[in-house]
């Protein structure tokens, strides 16, 4: 038995250095295969590719390729791809498919030709932009497109495309421009929301018809009721599409929360039997050596009644040792991540420490289980301390600045200072704890990136929990980029909790003609007079309305609706410091140093999935 779990660790150490050289060295082999691919399946006549060059190794090599942008100018990782009027030739190059993280591609202005490939959706999961205009590009256009669901921009122009335009294109839920001006088309086009497409990118074609062209001629009265279903449909699911896919993180939550709920919730921990002397890998020495078994035991087998939280990247246990220490254990949710990118992403995790983060202290991998051991915070969310079950919340005015500073320290250090930099993804008032002193403390940081790519799980959400949309920013339910000011809005969000004391999802002050979210609500307010009103009463009237209003304003500034005119993390804490320097509650010698202000919007993440699929 400890031979076992020695060889396991031992397995698991090499495996750590293993992994870390290769993420470095090799860890985007796939986007690097896709250029070697794209570059030898093209033709290219004036040698516009010849700074692709894969001899070269170094770090991030690739994104200084001609037409390359990586997600982050250090990893090899394809974000866009621009190689428009370079006289290419040949096919659509189908190795583009191991490019799996890129949102944009560009290959107007060349003279690709044959068919676009059927299964493009296939080849171009993520594709928010596709630009294939002005290639000779023959055959129909791919219904499949329908299935790209990111798309945004749709420009198919002065090809010879032939054929009808695949009408379930209208089912598109973010597209917001398409163009397929100068082909061969003809038949109805599809039915799209009224001024999505102007008639305009139809111009130019050999009979398109319908709205808002000429009506189409000679067509039975069956099939134009066909359209016209197929239209109504489109819109709904087109609708459902859009919401469920802004809101998978949470819809995931709740869908989660439903199979806890069932009697045989725990199935999965009995199944972990014989596997109980896998070692817990500790990063900290101060709980010294753990098996699973140890975990079983203090969590009572994983008993419903441990349950203290649970998010959309699991659910939290509470544990108890036999020496009285307590412990949060978390249960990733099933995740499709291969162990070695878990492992990876652990090797991180365990080394990124401020006072105002959750530390992680350990983790156990067992058969598909992943589990994450954490310090446990006595005093729960700051969401159960602001909205009690029972009775009103109790917390005062320099209690509630202490943690607005300290939450947004410890979110500003991952973005500015931890190397990498972090983006959160999630922030809202239940993933902020709250220790013994209630200094606050950030969970679940680094998590959504071990999450499983997409799924939708739009059965859950059409039962109806419109649940944290509050805390989102309005950019993500468009695009599918996780950037530093997404994370900004919410905590904007939560300051806003803080001060009003409502719930960014429901403002119970309103009149129920209302319908919207805290921030919609507070924007409605526009006099100072009004902004008043807000304000939690409990707070109002005790000397300080001074800070209450520079503290909202900073709030409505976190929440403004363009990401750019958001302030970054780090202004943030300096304005929140600023307004509690009276209480002393900072200490000086704790100033962060930001490591690099400015080029913020150069950070960004998928939202969907790490690797797309692996
Ligand atoms: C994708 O990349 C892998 C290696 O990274 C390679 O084996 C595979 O053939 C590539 N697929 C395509 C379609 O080029
Ligand atoms: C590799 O690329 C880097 C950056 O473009 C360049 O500075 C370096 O000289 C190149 N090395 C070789 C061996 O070509
Ligand atoms: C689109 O995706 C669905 C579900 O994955 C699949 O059943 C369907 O065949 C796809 N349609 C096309 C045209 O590829
Ligand atoms: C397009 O519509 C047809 C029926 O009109 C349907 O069978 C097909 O699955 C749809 N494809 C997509 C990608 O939605
Ligand atoms: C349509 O074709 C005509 C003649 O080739 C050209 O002048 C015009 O610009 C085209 N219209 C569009 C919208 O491309």
Redesign the pocket.
């Known amino acids: 038995m400890v031979e076992g779990s020695q060889i396991f660790s031992a397995h698991v150490i090499a495996s750590f250095f293993l992994l870390i050289l290769c993420d470095i060295v090799c860890g985007t082999d796939n986007d690097i295969s896709c250029l070697k691919s794209v570059k030898s399946e093209l033709q290219d006549p004036y040698n516009y590719l010849h700074s692709w060059d894969f001899d070269n190794r170094t770090e991030g090599y690739i994104c200084k390729f001609t037409g390359v942008e990586c997600w982050h100018p250090d990893e090899n990782r394809v974000l866009n791809l621009k190689l428009s009027n370079m006289g290419l030739k040949g096919e659509f190059p189908r190795g583009i498919k191991n490019c799996s993280s890129m949102t944009g591609l560009d290959f107007s202005f060349n003279s690709l030709s044959q068919a676009i490939p059927a299964d493009i959706s296939t080849l171009l999961t993520f594709v928010t932009s596709l630009d294939l205009s002005s290639n000779d590009f023959t055959g129909e256009i791919p219904a499949s497109l329908a299935n790209c669901s990111y798309l945004n921009n749709l420009r198919l122009d002065q090809n010879q495309l032939t054929g009808q335009i695949p009408a379930n294109l209208s089912q598109l839920p973010r597209l917001k421009l398409f163009s397929v001006?100068?082909n061969l088309l003809t038949g109805p086009v599809p039915p799209f929301k009224k001024g999505l497409v102007p008639a305009?990118n139809y111009?130019?074609n050999s009979g398109l018809c319908g709205f808002p062209l000429p009506v189409c001629q000679a067509k039975s009265a069956k099939s134009n009721t066909a359209v016209i279903a197929a239209a109504a449909v489109g819109g709904v699911t087109a609708a459902a599409l859009g919401l469920g896919i802004g809101m998978f993180f949470y819809v995931r939550r709740i869908s989660y929360r439903k199979k806890e709920e069932d009697p045989e919730g725990n199935k999965w921990a009995r199944s972990l039997k014989g596997t109980k002397t896998t070692k817990v890998s500790m990063f900290e020495k101060a709980i010294s050596k753990m098996n699973l078994s140890d975990l079983m035991k203090a969590t009572n087998n994983f008993s419903k009644n441990n349950i203290i939280g649970s998010g959309r990247s699991g659910t939290v246990y509470k544990a108890v040792l036999p020496d009285g220490t307590s412990l949060m254990v978390k249960r990733l949710q099933e995740s499709q991540h291969s162990e070695k990118d878990f492992m990876s992403e652990m090797a991180i995790l365990g080394n990124v420490k401020h006072r105002n983060l959750v530390p992680l202290l350990g983790f156990c991998l067992a058969k598909r289980e992943r589990l994450l051991v954490y310090k446990n915070m006595p005093n729960g969310t700051l969401h159960d301390q602001l909205h009690p079950d029972a009775g009103v919340c109790t917390m005062d005015w320099p209690l509630r600045l202490k943690i607005a500073i300290g939450a947004a320290k410890g979110l500003a250090w991952l973005h500015h200072s931890c190397n990498p930099r972090i983006i959160h993804r999630n922030i809202s008032s239940k993933c902020i704890l709250l220790d013994i002193d209630f200094e606050p403390k950030i969970s679940d940081f680094g998590l959504a990136r071990l999450m499983n790519p997409i799924d939708t799980h739009l059965s859950t959400f059409v039962n109806g929990e419109f649940g944290d949309l509050g805390y989102v920013a309005p950019e993500y339910t468009k695009t599918l980029v996780a950037t530093l000011k997404g994370d900004v809005y919410s905590f904007g969000t939560v300051l806003l909790e803080l001060v009003t004391g409502e719930r960014p999802t429901h403002v119970a002050e309103a009149p129920e003609t209302f319908k919207g979210n805290l921030v919609e609500w507070i924007s409605q307010q526009s006099s100072n007079a009004k902004l008043h009103d807000v304000i939690d009463e409990s707070l109002v009237g005790n000397g300080v309305d001074q800070e209450l209003f520079q503290f909202l304003k900073v709030a409505c500034n976190c929440v403004t609706e363009m990401p750019k005119e958001r302030p970054t993390m780090f202004e943030v804490y300096q304005l929140l410091r600023a307004i509690g320097m009276s209480y002393n509650f900072t200490t000086e010698d704790e100033i962060m140093l930001p490591v690099d202000i400015g080029d913020d919007d150069n950070i960004v993440e998928l939202i969907v999935a790490r690797d797309g699929h692996d």
Request: proline share 0%; net charge negative; hydrophobic share 20%.
């Open positions: 001006t100068n305009e111009a130019n």
